[in-house]
């Protein structure tokens, strides 16, 4: 139908008239007002927050605004041309040719209320820009009210004045609301399509731009107002609308943008946990990770706890820390789709560290002159009185080694003599010590009594890491950092460096002398044979010191050591506490341990640390043992100042020759002579239960014994596997007649065997 021009324009001056009646003084004080692109830009923020490496590469991206669901803010040039096309198509054919107001729509939309048909309104998309910036201008569910009309008016003029065309396009895709949560480009293209702006094509961008008309329109309808545009994109071609349909219902069902996405989930939630406490809201976060480790170390730790699949493991952990400024450069908290429990984070847990405890116990008998390296400790079946029973710990082969050094018992984790030397300590000095160094016990030593030894507190493998990282450096503990530490300017003067130093360094909690002997007996691969062989995983190329450990009934395993640069921490197991079947130290957690720090050190060197002050190097020989032989081979070892001397011999003035019973064992009546009456056996907290055995000791020619009325063994010796329950034990002579007997207690998990996990 012709329109009369003079009724169009009649129009367009009446409703200029009332804008400029109406709003004259609103127009100057928004003028004023006017907020510039920059500080649009500036003030977005994303509904997630982007936790960046030391470098600047995502790594995690974490919903932090559960009310919105906002992406990046996306540059013009990042948005693919065909949604800046199907945009301005849809809402504002004119945009590069009016002034904020296109009057001929404003007239086309007067026209067409009077003769009460129906068009697209007159609102451009520099007028729904000012809307979303201004609050006081945002549309309500009733539409918006005449007064906000008018002041979107003069809002959008003030913004065509101040800001370029293409700044009032690229924040309005970006902070246009779609569909439901969904608010800006980049959160529609991520969620409704899987991709980035820069990828939309055609069809998608239509989609897009028909949901700002009708963002929580039905898919049909979105569908309809789809094709329209796509027509409109490209005039003469045919659009099969069917086709679009079936797309669009897809897409508006889509929820590809996960809310939590990356390779470092639970170091993401640490750090963002502690901005917060921090009131830091910053959309960004940098760490002090190092994503090529970091994605490294996920990949090394699932692979080979798929590996271990079949022996029942599913949970995993490992961390990485810098020796010299305690910054955390990987942290893998779980074995992410492998486990049943992916959010817990497996490096802040407590768990049972097993043996992994033995090196700071060792540092602290070394610091206190309770023991050098070279002391002999005897490797023999020891009973303990405790306030519960007879404490009887035994090694992981059930097997005694005799007199050993104190190197040989630490590289070759031997339980015995790590008691033996706790005794010497005290549990409770021991657990003042683990606390100095990072480890807060919950109980005191007295409540963990001598099982502290071999690992019965609860620890996190990021507090044993760094308390790790504390003997790498010479007894120095300072705490570990998720974020990178900027380094104050240097001083000028002397005096002042001296004082920065002093603000600077960690606390002294060990004797760097202590800390120095211990790492050069875990980094010992001949120390070690006893236990672990010659061609153990543990031994790498460079050098390094590390320390295996298993926890009660295999739960936890555990390989933590430092090189000369990096501390490495790792554990295996399940976060369910389900016990692991047949994993030792040296299959557990170690193949993951040696595979990363290889990783670390394949173009960086690792050389042993120099020795501090205070130590002495010397050569030391070993006296004979039972066979005659020396105990050790004679080295070089290295002691605290004025601990050291040239032979460490078994005192052996009280029974003539070691490991006799001075020949009385002829003549002595068929006693039991081992286990003690009333002995209560706790299974081994580092020991798996098929290899658990109690050593049963008589005197006396011809004896057999018996458990539980049953025969079991011939000899003077004899090693049973142990059984939950009460038994009783005994002594037979060569006549049949019991000549002693010993009742005892087994406390703890039984033997699994095969046909039992079945």
Not at 73 to 97: C, G
Not at 150 to 171: F, S, Y
Not at 270 to 278: G, I, K, S, T
Request: hydrophobic share 45%; proline share 5%; glycine share 8%.
């Amino acid at each position: 139908m012709h329109r009369p021009p003079f009724i169009a324009s009649r129009s367009a001056l009446f409703v200029a008239a009332l804008i400029v009646a109406a709003c004259a003084r609103p127009a100057l004080a928004l003028a004023a007002g006017v907020v510039s692109f920059n500080e649009v830009k500036r003030e977005f923020r994303s509904s997630d927050t982007a936790v960046l490496d030391r470098n600047g590469e995502l790594l995690q991206r974490v919903r932090t605004d559960a009310t919105v669901r906002r992406g990046q803010w996306i540059a013009l040039a990042d948005v693919s041309p065909a949604l800046r096309m199907a945009m301005v198509l849809s809402e504002d054919r004119r945009f590069y040719e009016h002034s904020g107001i296109d009057w001929r729509a404003v007239s086309s939309a007067a026209w067409a209320n009077l003769w009460n048909t129906r068009t697209r309104g007159a609102s451009t998309i520099t007028m729904q820009l000012s809307g979303l910036l201004d609050e006081d201008l945002r549309r309500a569910n009733s539409g918006r009210t005449f007064t906000q009309k008018i002041g979107q008016t003069v809002a959008a003029t003030q913004l065509e004045r101040n800001w370029r065309k293409d700044q009032i396009l690229e924040a309005y895709l970006n902070t246009v609301p779609f569909r439901g949560e969904i608010v800006g480009i980049d959160a529609l293209s991520r969620t409704l399509f899987g991709k980035a702006p820069s990828g939309l094509d055609a069809r998608e961008a239509s989609v897009a731009a028909a949901l700002v008309r009708a963002p929580n329109a039905k898919p049909a309808a979105v569908a309809q107002r789809a094709c329209e545009v796509m027509r409109a994109m490209e005039p003469g071609q045919k659009i099969d609308c069917d086709a679009l349909d079936m797309f669009t219902s897809a897409a508006v069902q889509r929820r590809a943008f996960d809310a939590n996405e990356g390779i470092a989930p639970h170091a993401a939630r640490r750090v963002l946990r502690e901005l917060r406490e921090a009131g830091d809201k910053e959309t960004d976060v940098r760490t002090s990770l190092r994503a090529p480790l970091q994605r490294f170390a996920l990949d090394a730790l699932q692979r080979h706890l798929k590996e271990l699949r079949g022996r029942h493991v599913e949970d995993g952990a490992l961390v990485v820390l810098d020796n010299a400024s305690g910054e955390v450069l990987a942290w893998v908290g779980s074995s992410g789709t492998l486990s049943q429990a992916a959010e817990v984070d497996a490096v802040t847990a407590l768990r049972q560290p097993g043996s992994t405890l033995k090196p700071l116990l060792y540092a602290q008998a070394i610091a206190e002159r309770r023991l050098t390296a070279a002391s002999l400790i005897d490797d023999s079946s020891a009973q303990i009185n405790t306030a519960s029973g007879l404490y009887i710990p035994q090694n992981y082969d059930r097997q005694f080694k005799g007199p050993v050094s104190a190197r040989t018992a630490l590289a070759a984790s031997l339980n015995v003599p790590a008691v033996r030397t706790l005794v010497m300590v005290s549990p409770e000095s021991f657990a003042r010590q683990l606390r100095t160094a990072g480890l807060p016990l919950r109980e005191s030593g007295d409540y963990y009594g001598y099982s502290l030894a071999l690992g019965s507190a609860e620890v996190s493998l990021l507090s044993l890491t760094n308390a790790y990282r504390m003997l790498a450096n010479e007894g120095r503990y300072g705490p570990i950092a998720l974020t990178v530490r900027v380094p104050a300017p240097p001083p000028a003067s002397s005096a002042a460096k001296a004082k920065a130093a002093d603000n600077t360094a960690t606390a002294p909690v060990l004797d760097p002398a202590a800390a120095f002997i211990v790492g050069d007996i875990l980094s010992d691969a001949n120390a070690r044979t006893r236990t672990f062989g010659l061609d153990s995983i543990l031994s790498t190329r460079f050098w390094t010191a590390v320390k295996t450990g298993t926890s009660k009934d295999m739960r936890d395993n555990w390989a933590v050591g430092w090189s000369q640069r990096y501390t490495v921490g790792v554990w295996v197991g399940n976060a369910s506490g389900a016990s692991m079947w047949d994993v030792s130290g040296t299959s557990g957690a170690a193949p993951v341990w040696a595979e990363v720090m290889r990783f670390l050190h394949a173009r960086e060197p690792s050389r042993a640390p120099k020795p501090p002050a205070g130590l002495v190097e010397a050569r030391v020989a070993f006296g004979p043992g039972a066979d005659g032989n020396p105990l050790e081979a004679a080295r070089s070892e290295w002691f605290l100042q004025g601990t050291e001397q040239p032979l460490f011999a078994l005192d052996t003035s009280a029974s003539g020759t070691p490991g006799t019973s001075g020949g009385l064992a002829d003549t002595a009546p068929a006693r039991i002579t081992a286990p003690a009456d009333g002995t209560i056996i706790a299974l081994d907290p580092d020991i798996p239960p098929l290899h658990q055995r109690v050593r049963f000791e008589s005197e006396g020619r011809g004896v057999q014994w018996r458990i539980d009325g049953k025969h079991f063994a011939r000899g003077n010796s004899a090693q049973w596997l142990p059984w939950p329950g009460r038994h009783v034990i005994e002594l037979v002579d060569a006549t049949g007649k019991v000549v002693d007997q010993r009742k005892l207690e087994v406390r703890g998990a039984g033997v699994v065997t095969k046909s039992a996990r079945r």
